[in-house]
């Protein structure tokens, strides 16, 4: 059994900063990579970062949000500056110990609101 739990979300005012955890227990592994997606409310959900097998991040958050990973603590982190409006969403990570086998955590709630 693997059990991703993610946190940090919360409201923050625009041009705040956030970082959310994404923390692994259970049946824990060496994190091979890292995805982090978000869904905007009435929208689908999207990738907009990968850390490792094969970088990646999304246009809207290149430079603003920055994936980082913690092996000794089984913890991946988002950072989020310069939040907007459009970054209100419900954030998840997927966790990675190889090319086949991925987790989901259960999302996190980020609203972005003066």
């Known amino acids: 059994q693997v059990l991703v739990e993610e946190s940090g979300g919360g409201l923050v005012q625009p041009g705040g900063s956030l970082r959310l955890s994404c923390v692994v227990s259970?049946?824990?592994?060496?994190?091979?990579?890292v995805e982090w997606h978000r869904q905007p409310p009435g929208k689908q959900r999207e990738l907009l970062i990968r850390?490792?097998?094969?970088?990646f991040a999304k246009d809207s958050v290149k430079g603003r949000f920055a994936a980082s990973r913690d092996i000794d603590k089984n913890t991946a982190y988002l950072q989020m500056n310069s939040l907007n409006s459009e970054d209100t969403a419900v954030y998840y990570c997927?966790?990675?110990?190889?090319?086949?086998?991925?987790?989901w955590g259960q999302g996190t709630q980020v609203t972005v609101s003066s």
């Open positions: 259970g049946n824990t592994f060496s994190i091979a990579s």
């Open positions: 850390d490792g097998g094969g970088a």
């Open positions: 997927k966790v990675f110990k190889n090319s086949r086998s991925g987790y």
